[in-house]
């Protein structure tokens, strides 16, 4: 049985007898049909991370997307990893209570001063204003700003105490990720990493073209029957 070939019959010995690595056209479409399968299961993996939002029924299986499925496992496993490698209340307890920190407050802390002084205390007592117009009122400023500054540290470590009670990094994080829309979570995902995932679709292509390929060199190889 003659093959239908791309090429020429080739003859060996003066013989007419057909060569081996002759293809049929008909298993040109192997590679054809591998990379489109290739590229559609990728496309369909891609997919399925974040699709269906909500279960449903096919052929008797649940089916739900990976995202919407382990999604509290997910946020839970990410405040875990967030409270434990990335920000901690002694970081926060470390910024606070720094020298340069607490340096830093005392401009502010001078105007906030001046401003009670002159708008609150002076503002209705002819007799305070008069006093405070005078050299002793800078004084007194510096003063009370100096006193403040002084107690800040301690002010600063009571209030890292209170940190610690109140604010729980892996608690927020958790309810920040359920809140957060599932649509707005993969257009997030898809625009961050779309570069990457066309490259997936691509790589997923390529690798089923390959494998026709393989497969149209083995069966052209094979005697024929």
């Known amino acids: 049985m003659k093959l239908i070939t791309i090429g020429h019959t080739a003859r060996l010995d003066?013989?007419?007898?057909?060569?081996?690595?002759?293809?049929?056209?008909?298993?040109?479409?192997?590679?054809?049909?591998?990379?489109?399968?290739?590229?559609?299961?990728?496309?369909?993996?891609?997919?399925?991370?974040?699709?269906?939002?909500?279960?449903?029924?096919?052929?008797?299986?649940?089916?739900?997307?990976?995202?919407?499925?382990?999604?509290?496992?997910?946020?839970?496993?990410?405040?875990?990893?967030?409270?434990?490698?990335?920000?901690?209340?002694?970081?926060?307890?470390?910024?606070?209570?720094?020298?340069?920190?607490?340096e830093g407050l005392r401009p502010r802390l001078a105007e906030s001063v001046d401003r009670f002084?002159?708008?609150?205390?002076?503002?209705?007592?002819?007799?305070?204003?008069?006093?405070?117009?005078?050299?002793?009122?800078?004084?007194?400023?510096?003063?009370?700003?100096?006193?403040?500054?002084?107690?800040?540290?301690?002010?600063?470590?009571?209030?890292a105490d209170e940190l610690k009670e109140r604010l729980h990094f892996r608690e927020l994080v958790v309810s920040k990720i359920e809140a957060f829309e599932l649509e707005r979570l993969e257009n997030l995902v898809t625009s961050v990493a779309g570069k990457e995932l066309r490259a997936i679709l691509v790589l997923g292509g390529v690798i089923g073209f390959l494998i026709g390929v393989a497969q149209m060199i083995v069966i052209t190889l094979l005697p024929n029957a």
């Open 117 to 159: 002084l002159h708008d609150r205390l002076v503002r209705d007592n002819p007799l305070l204003r008069a006093v405070m117009a005078t050299q002793s009122a800078l004084k007194l400023k510096d003063w009370i700003v100096e006193e403040i500054m002084q107690s800040l540290p301690s002010i600063v470590e009571g209030f």
């Open 14 to 102: 003066g013989g007419n007898i057909s060569a081996r690595l002759m293809i049929d056209y008909r298993l040109l479409i192997l590679p054809v049909i591998g990379g489109i399968i290739g590229w559609f299961t990728n496309y369909l993996a891609v997919k399925m991370l974040f699709r269906p939002r909500r279960p449903v029924c096919l052929l008797g299986f649940r089916v739900q997307g990976l995202v919407p499925r382990r999604r509290a496992e997910l946020a839970a496993s990410i405040g875990e990893t967030v409270e434990r490698e990335l920000v901690s209340h002694a970081d926060i307890e470390q910024v606070l209570s720094d020298a340069a920190f607490i």
